[in-house]
Structures are given as structure tokens and as C-alpha cells.
């Protein structure tokens, strides 16, 4: 069981809106702790999507965009595309016994 | 252009010893942390432990504290994770990426190496 939840799957119609939530608690999220969102399309390495929060690397599309608040953080995608459809992975930091990055259980993206 | 390089996949049997290995290149690897993950088959990402290549500071997950070792050698630019003693449950892909900082996104991964341990 992952100290960062994310909802197993979720997925949407192409062109649409989607969210990927990503629940923490006050020794992570809600301690100030940057989130950080990876894509992993299959057979293949992560790929950073979303760093401290809402920044995007280069070459990372507008479509993508993530956001904070308290203890959660949210990743959406908009204007869906198929090409979207991989496995999301939401990442920070904890400050608890555990005192290091640690990885959210990942949400699968079906693209219909 | 950065790139971490991971050597080949690896077939080995439980109690065996192994070390793999990422290699930088494209920009000052002493100045980085590499970060070692996890993917068990069909399962999500673990977060195992970093090394910052300049001093060798070393962080280790609890959950992989005692049962891997991350090392680095600066002369090569290379980073290393490694067991002195395997079982059926370290099968899974390794994956080492790069951090600016312990708490950074990893900015660039390696292609994985594949471990498969059995008898």
C-alpha cells in the first residue's frame, strides 16, 4: 500500500478533460514537499511529465498541467488524446520514518 | 544531450551475487544524484535509494535498506546498484534516473535492465 493514493484507473473519450488525483499526508504533501508526475507508456521508462508541482519540462504539451493543495496533488489532461493512454505516476517526498522520495501506486489511463 | 546508459538484462540464480550499472553522459555527473526504482512485473514504481556521486552520500528506502547497495565511481561516470545474494523476489526492471536533489523530479532514466532470478 502506497503512502501516496491514486485511483487505479481512469479514463475518457478523446478530446476530453481528465484528473489523476494523488493523496498524501502531513509528512509529504501537506508538509510543502513538491510533487513531481511521470508518465510510463508501455514497455518503457518513466518519462518526468510535471516537476515541482506544475512545471513542465520541455517538450512536454500544454495539455498537460498539475496543481497542489494541502495534503493532494492533480495531475489533468486535456484534449485527450490516444497516444495519452499509459500508466500515470505521482512522486514526493516524505519527512516520516520512511525519509525519502517516495512513489504513489501509479493510475492506469484508458483512452476510449 | 544527457543519457544514463543501464547494462543488459540479467539471468541469475537465488543466492547469487550481481551488480548493474548506469552510465552518464552529457553533462557533469558529480554534480547530480542517481536515483535507483523498482518495477516488479505487472506492478507500479518503488523508490529504492540515491547517491550523490560528488561525496557518495548514500539514502537507502527502509524498505531496501540492508537488502541492496547503490555505489558510484566518479572516474566513469557510473553508478551502480548491487545484492550479494538474490532471490526470486528481486525479479523485476531497475531503473536508475537522475535527481538535482534528494527531494527533485527525476529528469532523466536510464532504458532499465531486466533482473530474472530463478533456479
Known amino acids: 500500500q502506497s503512502v501516496l493514493t491514486q485511483p487505479p484507473s481512469v479514463s475518457g473519450a478523446p478530446g476530453q478533460r481528465v484528473t489523476i488525483s494523488c493523496t498524501g499526508s502531513?509528512?509529504?504533501?501537506?508538509?510543502?514537499?513538491?510533487v513531481h508526475w511521470y508518465q510510463q507508456l508501455p514497455g518503457t521508462a518513466p518519462k518526468l511529465l510535471i516537476y515541482?508541482?506544475?512545471n513542465r519540462p520541455s517538450g512536454v504539451p500544454d495539455r498537460f498541467s498539475g496543481s497542489k493543495s494541502g495534503t493532494s496533488a492533480s495531475l489533468a489532461i486535456t484534449g485527450l488524446q490516444a497516444e495519452d493512454e499509459a500508466d500515470y505516476y505521482c512522486?514526493?517526498?516524505?519527512?516520516?520514518?520512511?525519509?525519502?522520495?517516495?512513489f504513489g501506486g501509479g493510475t492506469k489511463l484508458t483512452v476510449l | 544531450e544527457v543519457q544514463l546508459v543501464q547494462s543488459g538484462a540479467e539471468v541469475k540464480k537465488p543466492g547469487e551475487s550481481l551488480k548493474i550499472s548506469c552510465k552518464g553522459s552529457?553533462?557533469?555527473?558529480?554534480?547530480?544524484?542517481i536515483g535507483w526504482v523498482r518495477q516488479m512485473p505487472e506492478k507500479g514504481l518503488e523508490w529504492m535509494g540515491i547517491?550523490?556521486?560528488?561525496?557518495?552520500?548514500?539514502r537507502y528506502s527502509p524498505s531496501f535498506q540492508g537488502q541492496v547497495t547503490i555505489s558510484a565511481d566518479k572516474s566513469t561516470s557510473t553508478a551502480y546498484l548491487q545484492w550479494s545474494s538474490l532471490k526470486a523476489s528481486d525479479t523485476a526492471m531497475y531503473y536508475c534516473?537522475?535527481?538535482?536533489?534528494?527531494?527533485?523530479?527525476?529528469?532523466?532514466w536510464g532504458q532499465g535492465t531486466l533482473v530474472t532470478v530463478s533456479s
Open positions: 534516473a537522475r535527481h538535482l536533489t534528494t527531494s527533485s523530479g527525476a529528469d532523466s
Open positions: 552529457g553533462y557533469r555527473f558529480t554534480s547530480y544524484w
Open positions: 547517491i550523490y556521486v560528488g561525496d557518495s552520500d548514500t
Open positions: 502531513s509528512s509529504n504533501i501537506g508538509a510543502g514537499y513538491d
Open positions: 515541482d508541482n506544475s
Open positions: 512522486q514526493s517526498y516524505d519527512s516520516s520514518l520512511s525519509n525519502s522520495l517516495i
